[in-house]
């Protein structure tokens, strides 16, 4: 039986599950990553909506977003390490994994804070929508990434994260790696986006994305969109040119987007507030919901049940 908050022995199992055999490059990492990411980038500031506190991702109205297709192997090559430490929030759980995997494949160490609880039920989860769509452009990534509360600058240093895993056509409707060693950060992403000729291509699924001239590696609308924007540029080439300062902002970014949505008292603990169904404390105004607001406490002990 393992202590409870004994992180570091969590960080140790979720380190043994990374070496993946057979599944892509041979890491689970890059999924890991991108779990901690959607888990998180469904936060709406303005209506304090989404994140990864609640570990909505668990119940199929998100799964099932076309845009989280690929992320059950993610959920899947953790539940070991769930078995193991039951104390663990899902929330805990996959923001940990995509810092854990992030370090261990040669990135930044981020800052991680526990105490995420998870929702009871599928009330406070957040509608479809709300993760970036790879085939648009500039308006629609200012849109989604301002919505999170970032800035231009932040959605640059985040976007350097595609230096770390591989498109696939059954799961999003693209094809490849952006780097040719996907499974080591780095700011490789940001140098080839300048430095290689980007030729468009429709892909085996028939989507549009650009592929390099031995057409081994590729980028995305999005990525390429970065390209096209003078505020977005600048950042690309600082970060091609200084990866100590990629790898700092990426730090603090990331540890940004886990955080995002996730109260915490004076002290560091998360609120409890809002958790539960009939708690609409946390909802401010405009929020969506997916479900009416019951007040369990005025319909009585059984509507609980
Ligand atoms: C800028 C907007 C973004 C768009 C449009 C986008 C889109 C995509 C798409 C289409 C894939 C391929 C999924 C698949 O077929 O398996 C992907 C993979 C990935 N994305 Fe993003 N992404 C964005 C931002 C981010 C951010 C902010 C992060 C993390 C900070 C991230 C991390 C990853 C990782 C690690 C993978 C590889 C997953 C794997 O190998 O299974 N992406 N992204």
């Known amino acids: 039986m393992t202590k409870e908050h004994d992180y570091d022995a969590v960080r140790a199992e979720i380190k043994k599950i990374l070496p993946q055999p057979g599944y892509d490059a041979g890491s689970s990492g890059p999924v890991l990553v991108r779990l901690a990411w959607h888990c998180s980038g469904t936060y709406d500031k303005t209506t304090n909506t989404g994140g990864s506190n609640g570990a909505t991702m668990r119940y199929a109205i998100e799964a099932n977003d076309p845009a989280n297709a690929g992320l059950e192997h993610a959920r899947e090559f953790l539940e070991p390490v769930k078995s193991k430490f039951p104390w663990i929030s899902y929330g805990d759980l996959w923001t940990l994994a995509g810092v854990v995997a992030l370090e261990e494949m040669g990135g930044p160490r981020v800052e991680w804070r526990g105490g995420r609880l998870d929702h009871t039920d599928d009330s406070?989860?957040?509608?479809?929508?709300?993760?970036?769509?790879?085939?648009?452009?500039?308006?629609?990534?200012?849109?989604?990434?301002?919505?999170?509360?970032?800035?231009?600058?932040?959605?640059?240093?985040?976007?350097?994260?595609?230096?770390?895993?591989?498109?696939?056509?059954?799961?999003?409707?693209?094809?490849g790696p952006w780097v040719r060693n996907p499974i080591r950060f780095s700011n490789t992403y940001?140098?080839?986006?300048?430095?290689?000729?980007?030729?468009?291509?429709?892909?085996?699924?028939?989507?549009?994305?650009?592929?390099?001239?031995?057409?081994?590696?590729?980028?995305?609308?999005?990525?390429?969109?970065?390209?096209?924007d003078p505020k977005f540029?600048?950042?690309?080439?600082?970060?091609?040119?200084?990866?100590?300062?990629?790898?700092?902002?990426?730090?603090?970014?990331?540890?940004?987007?886990?955080?995002?949505?996730?109260?915490?008292?004076?002290?560091?603990?998360?609120?409890?507030?809002?958790?539960?169904?009939?708690?609409?404390?946390?909802?401010?105004?405009?929020?969506?919901?997916?479900?009416?607001?019951?007040?369990?406490?005025?319909?009585?002990?059984?509507?609980?049940?």
């Not at 290689?196 to 969109?225: C, H, S, Y």
Request: charged share 30%.
């Open 124 to 175: 406070n989860v957040p509608p479809n929508g709300r993760l970036p769509d790879a085939s648009q452009g500039c308006p629609h990534l200012r849109d989604v990434f301002y919505r999170m509360n970032f800035s231009d600058q932040e959605i640059v240093a985040l976007s350097g994260a595609h230096t770390l895993g591989q498109c696939h056509p059954d799961r999003s409707g693209f094809d």
């Open 190 to 228: 940001f140098k080839l986006l300048l430095a290689e000729t980007w030729t468009p291509k429709i892909n085996v699924a028939g989507n549009l994305q650009f592929r390099d001239d031995d057409d081994e590696i590729m980028m995305l609308p999005t990525d390429m969109a970065l390209l096209d």
């Open 233 to 305: 540029v600048k950042w690309v080439k600082i970060y091609a040119e200084d990866k100590e300062r990629f790898f700092k902002d990426f730090a603090g970014v990331f540890g940004k987007l886990i955080e995002l949505g996730v109260q915490r008292e004076e002290g560091g603990n998360v609120v409890k507030r809002g958790m539960d169904s009939g708690d609409k404390s946390v909802w401010v105004e405009g929020a969506e919901r997916k479900t009416e607001v019951r007040d369990l406490d005025k319909e009585g002990p059984k509507a609980k049940l």
